[in-house]
């Protein structure tokens, strides 16, 4: 690029694009930016909306912002991508602005990609990154590539008629998301930074017409790649077979590179057993948020990744009352499509229409039939195998008497408001009292009265409990579970462990979020970071945290940003 800045001298790092020095734990530091190298690029660097066809991705420089301040930054993402400790201290003003796009490093090659997708089940046509550009591809210490993305830098031939710019609410729930969820071991993109960009961007929270100006921010994620379904979607709907097949040759190639080895380049067995595996690890994916009580809210086919990753945190939420109809996402409440319960069918209507766009590449839908229904067959088996391990039933022999005991829980949860999280990890604690002293540890023992026995779990429960129905009911559920269980022949306390192994203490409540929002934009990150801290380790006791663990205050049930959101942002 011809900026107009003197050459360097032999041995001096190149000054990034604004003439600043860099620092040699960052000039050191490799970009091999393969999306734009190895794939047709737009050639025009035109901002303004328009259609881009032949391209993946437009070239685009991020929009300088006026006073970046990094607000807060994950640790291990910045280990993981060799960025050394010093950069964050020594040279923060200097990464504030590199991870806000202020300056753009030598190797960095700034662009935002094209692709299409399905929005609430309409074929929207070509969407691209109209809020997000990605930096380029960073080469890991271990030798691995990570796409650096600034999701909020400004406009792109893709931003159609909104202003490329994200706000610090988004921004937090973003960052702190990523986080926690990679903590809970769902996979993820990841969170590497957070910065305020120091100007103003004007968002209509709910559209109804009251737009107000907000602290403008910028997430820096990280993903090995940012394609998604959508990317395959859209060259597919303009018969662009060649662009088709050019990237998925490329996304096979560089990101599965077992089933390249296995399979002969341009065979349809190699596109088919690529989209099995697409299929297999969006099931573990959507398994995951299933687990922990997870809500997307926005599962376009232009939001989901295909290496199996949560990835657009827009208006997701948790589950508290746990309700398989709820979705916070305002923006879908008449329908509801992205509701909790349904999100498993959703994966799978999404993953058909991946299948429809490779279908010009397998030649045939037998194979992509094939993996489709696999995944209807494996999800059946997967997802009840997670509920007995969240219930301590999971190496019990009779599998279909845990389901139907499952089944039965499902009905008592929904009968009185019932916290998800909680429940589950304090369900542990019941088992564990099966070892109590006078009790039978073969199980066959009652557990004593009914309220003795439901109260380990009287936090979970949103309303009073107390002797009536609903103890009673649960008590019977406890006994024949306790009876259950003890068939596995393990101690309770194994069974105990191995429950708090998947039900997590910690989650990023909708109205914790909030909190640390509420703060942040009176300039305070504490609490971002204190979330931050705790979310690391969600699923260890940590004594002095406990009321992050709460549950919902009266106050949120119905506050804007902590049980409804909406996609703007
Ligand atoms: P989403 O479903 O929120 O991930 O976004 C849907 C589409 O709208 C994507 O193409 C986004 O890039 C675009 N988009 C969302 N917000 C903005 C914004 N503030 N400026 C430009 N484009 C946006
Ligand atoms: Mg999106």
Known sequence: MDDGQPAPEPGEPTPADDGSAIPEPLARIRWDNRFVDALPVDPSTEVRPRQVTGA????????????????????????????????????????????????????????????????????????????????????????????????????????????????????????????????????????????????????????????????????????????????????????????LAALADFTIEEYFAEIAGEHPAGTPERYAAFFTEVARTTLAMVLGWMRVGFVHGVMNTDNLSIHGVTIDYGPYGWLEGFDPGWTPNTTDATHRRYRYGQQPQVAHWNLLQLANALVPLVGATEPLQEAIEGYGSDLQWDERRIWREKVGLGLVDDAAAADELV???????????????????????????????????????????????????????????????????????????????????????????????????????NYLAQLAIDAAEGDDFTEVERLLEVLRRPYDDQPGNERYAAKRPEWARERPGCSQLSCSS
């Open 56 to 243: 993946l991705s437009s070239r685009v420089r991020p929009v300088r912002p006026s006073a970046p301040v990094l607000v807060a930054h994950a640790r291990e993402v910045a280990d993981e991508l060799g960025l050394a400790a010093e950069l964050w201290t020594d040279h923060r003003d200097l990464m504030a602005r590199v991870l806000t796009g202020d300056v753009v490093l030598p190797g960095m090659d700034p662009s935002a990609a094209n692709y299409g997708g399905h929005q609430f089940g309409n074929w929207a046509g070509q969407l691209g990154d109209g809020r997000a550009i990605a930096l380029g591809e960073l080469v890991t210490p271990g030798g691995g590539r990570q796409t650096l993305q600034l999701k909020g830098a400004g406009p792109t031939p893709y931003s159609r008629g909104a202003d490329g710019f994200a706000v610090l609410r988004s921004s937090v729930r973003e960052f702190l998301c990523s986080e926690a969820m990679h903590h809970l071991g769902i996979p993820t993109t990841r969170a590497l930074s957070l910065a305020v960009t120091g100007d103003k961007v004007v968002r209509d929270m709910f559209y109804d017409g009251n737009p107000r100006p907000e602290p403008g921010a910028i997430v820096c994620r990280v993903s090995p790649s940012f394609i998604r379904f959508g990317s395959f979607q859209l060259p597919a709907s303009r018969q662009d077979d060649e662009l």
């Open 407 to 509: 089944t039965e829980l499902f009905q008592l949860l929904v009968s009185t408001e019932t916290d998800m999280t909680i429940f589950f990890r304090c369900l542990s604690d019941v088992v564990r009292l099966a070892d109590g002293p006078g009790d039978d540890p073969a199980g066959s023992g009652d557990g004593g009265d009914d309220a003795s026995l439901v109260a380990p779990l009287t936090d979970a429960y949103y309303d009073e409990v107390g002797a009536g129905e609903v103890a009673a009911t649960t008590a019977d559920w406890l006994r024949r579970h306790r009876a259950l269980a003890a068939t596995d022949g393990r101690p309770a306390g194994e069974r105990a462990a191995a429950m708090d192994r998947v039900n997590p203490r910690y989650v990023l409540r």
